[in-house]
């Protein structure tokens, strides 16, 4: 498997499953910042230009953080990241989507690139603001799903990959987090599979 990821983006949640399951893997660094992911060296691969992206065995391509956190669970079994009851199955993957979807790309989004919301640049400072509103009432929503639990679904899952990634980037806009997502954090900073990936990506 290859790994096509930038430090510190979204796609270090999936690096941390790959440490987690263990398997030899390979990454390939995108530098988002030079627009690597818009030249045809990556769109060969990714037509999205879009990380993550996991290059199978087999030479085909799984592309969306969902879908390849979800085909990681399934292939590796062993590593037990989605439960087997189908409810706390389908928990996990509910808090994942909303946290990609509602908090990544609604909320961050907006903090990361407010020029993408408006053609206005003087409307950036209230898209911003509009985007840490989504982050932060999204954060009160994962602390409740939290709630006297060390994982999202009582034991670490593919959620909890998703979440980390959010609370790490939480940092980056001087944000408080609630009680239990920074116990949350505390302990997915804590597990050796993350602190490889850190140290990895250049990070720790």
Known sequence: MKLYYAPGACSIGIHVLLEEIGKPYETERVNLQQGEHFKPTFTAVNPKSKVPTLAKDDGSIVTEYPAIAYWLARTNPFADLLPDDIDAAARAIELMDYVIATMHMQGFGRLFRPSAFTPNPADEDAVKARG?????????????????????????????????????????????????????LARMLARPAVQRVLQQEGLA
Do not use: Q
């Open 132 to 184: 840490r509103d989504i982050v932060e009432r999204g954060f009160a929503l994962i602390d409740a799903a939290l709630e006297g639990r060390e994982y999202a679904v009582g034991k670490f899952s593919i959620a909890d990959s998703a979440i980390f990634y959010v609370e790490f980037w939480s940092k980056h806009f001087s944000m408080t987090l609630p009680a239990n997502c920074a116990a949350h």
